[in-house]
């Protein structure tokens, strides 16, 4: 059994793939749901997993109407409109998302920012409609955006906003929050093994997989072809991907990506692709957004001092670099 894990980056359909004749060992099923399909696969000797599916994905729903910045009435836009004129109360396990958030943007050294709606729409990237702003826009969106302008009181869970227009867009980090949520419920009720992924681009992994499996195997593909870098064999972990192949305009004869450099506001390609296997799936995400903005240097440095992220990078000259991860858990594709 193989899985094949692809840097959609959230607007294409889910692509995990299973290539091996071992389907009749799984359950799956689906739903759309943040703009993507989130896709649930459960051993046959999962009990209920019907019921257990549908309240995951039912609990996906209910998270997608509390994050999307493209709901008005989200808890998340009513914080990007509220919070520059008052403190605003946010929901416990939000506030904790949002402080963690701040947390890899300062481990990072604000290659991953929250804070950077005012940046999205000026490159015109909330309506995908990509455009290259005037400097002066630019300029303006810089000084409204950063998670340096937000304020968090831990005692009372408030947030203040310190820039007017400041806004914060979680689709960086939202979909691997909300597998993370859903594993968790999962592993209340006694869950041991569970697959669950959106966009074929962020996955968590509960248990091993099936018996007699180190790991579920997770093939991560090449973001320019169906070539494989290499097979991850995750367990009771997240992985996640990030690359610009599939959002991008062009510009004087360049590509350009929709993943932002927060600490310039310039779309940025310092690798073709980043992936990174970590505790959950909402740093997963936040970690390879990071890394394929970093490069390779920072990101070994990165690595040298988190034992626990393990990364999988695609250098513009095509090499593949292999960070923390043992053979046991990663090994090349060799076909």
């Known amino acids: 059994m193989m899985f094949s894990f692809d840097s959609f980056e959230n607007e294409l359909p889910f692509d995990l793939r299973v290539t091996e004749p071992d389907t009749n060992q799984l359950l799956c099923y689906s739903r759309r749901a943040m703009a993507t399909t989130f896709e649930f696969l459960f051993p ?30 989200s808890e998340i836009s009513l914080l990007n409109q509220r919070a520059f004129q008052e403190r605003v109360v946010v929901e416990g396990n939000l506030f904790d998302l949002l402080v963690r958030c701040a947390e890899w943007t300062r481990e990072t050294e604000g290659a991953f920012d929250i804070a950077i709606g005012a940046l999205i729409k000026s490159w015109g ?20 955006s950063g998670i340096r302008n937000v304020l968090f009181d831990y ?16 689709g960086a980090v939202g979909k691997g929050y909300a597998l993370d949520c859903v594993a968790k419920h999962y592993q209340k009720h ?20 099936l018996p007699n499996q180190k790991g579920w195997p997770i093939r991560i593909r090449h973001p320019r072809g169906k070539k494989a870098l290499g097979i991850v064999s995750l367990s009771d972990a997240g992985i996640g991907t990030s690359a610009a192949t599939y959002q991008y305009f062009e510009y004087n004869g360049k590509k350009l990506g929709h993943l932002i450099d927060p600490r310039t506001g310039w779309p940025n390609e310092a690798l073709l692709q980043a992936s990174v296997i970590a505790p959950t799936a909402s740093e997963a ?30 250098t513009h000259q095509q090499q593949t670099i292999v960070l923390n991860l043992s053979p046991e858990v990663f090994s090349l594709e060799t076909d």
């Open 190 to 209: 006694g869950i041991s093994s569970a697959f669950l992924q959106c966009g074929g681009s962020s996955a968590v992994a509960i248990g091993k997989g």
């Open 44 to 73: 046959l000797n999962v009990p209920n997993s019907f019921l257990l599916a549908n309240e995951g994905l039912n609990l996906i729903d209910e998270l997608e109407e509390q994050l999307s910045v493209y709901r008005e009435t």
């Open 285 to 314: 995400d936040a970690l390879s957004t990071a890394f394929f903005l970093m490069g390779e240097n920072a990101v070994r440095r990165y690595c040298e001092t988190r034992p626990e992220i393990g990364a999988v990078l695609l």
């Open 125 to 144: 990237f909330y309506r995908r409609a990509g455009r290259v702003p005037t400097i002066e826009e630019r300029v303006e969106a810089l000084q409204k």
């Open 155 to 170: 005692q009372t869970r408030e947030v203040k906003y310190l820039r007017q227009g400041l806004e914060i867009n979680l």
